[in-house]
């Protein structure tokens, strides 16, 4: 099945069997290996994408129900807040093995651009679907505060 996706603000035709989820097709159709394979059940956010900029989950996600949409991800995120993000990212030592880091990124993301001034409790609540197995939920909540202002 001939699909027509927009990835980053280009659009890609990719050949895959209906119902492949959206992360297969990012990193096995286009090669574009920043968005992870976590568990695989939407549990854990490893492969958090944005989709017409809201946090979705590419392992469950069809990719044959996206056309028409715009799809983002770690590779292709921009704006004010994911500049943001970027620059206290390393600064507060989130990253420990780095495994969910493009999910934790993207999430954290779609939270400053909706949200500019997130309490504890709003970091918490957006971050809640993403786990880091260094737990550095600490480290990311401070990141993010910083990275409001």
Not at 20 to 27: A, D, I, K, M, N
Request: proline letters at 3%; a negative charge; glycine letters at 10%.
């Amino acid at each position: 099945m001939t699909t027509t996706l927009n990835i980053n603000g280009k659009d890609e035709t990719v050949d895959a069997a209906p119902g492949t989820p959206l992360l297969w097709v990012l990193r096995d159709h286009l090669k574009m290996t920043g968005t992870k394979f976590g568990c695989g059940v939407a549990q854990c956010g490893a492969c958090t994408v944005h989709v017409d900029g809201t946090p979705t989950r590419s392992c469950i996600t069809a990719h044959d129900t996206l056309e028409g949409a715009k799809v983002t991800t770690i590779e292709g995120v921009t704006g004010s807040a994911a500049d943001a993000i970027r620059e206290v990212w390393v600064k507060n030592d989130v990253p420990q093995c780095g495994y969910c880091q493009s999910g934790q990124i993207m999430a954290a993301t779609a939270l400053l651009a909706e949200n500019s001034n997130p309490s504890d409790e709003d970091i918490d609540a957006a971050m809640s679907g993403n786990i880091c197995r260094c737990a550095t939920y600490m480290s990311i909540r401070r990141a993010i505060k910083e990275a409001a202002g």
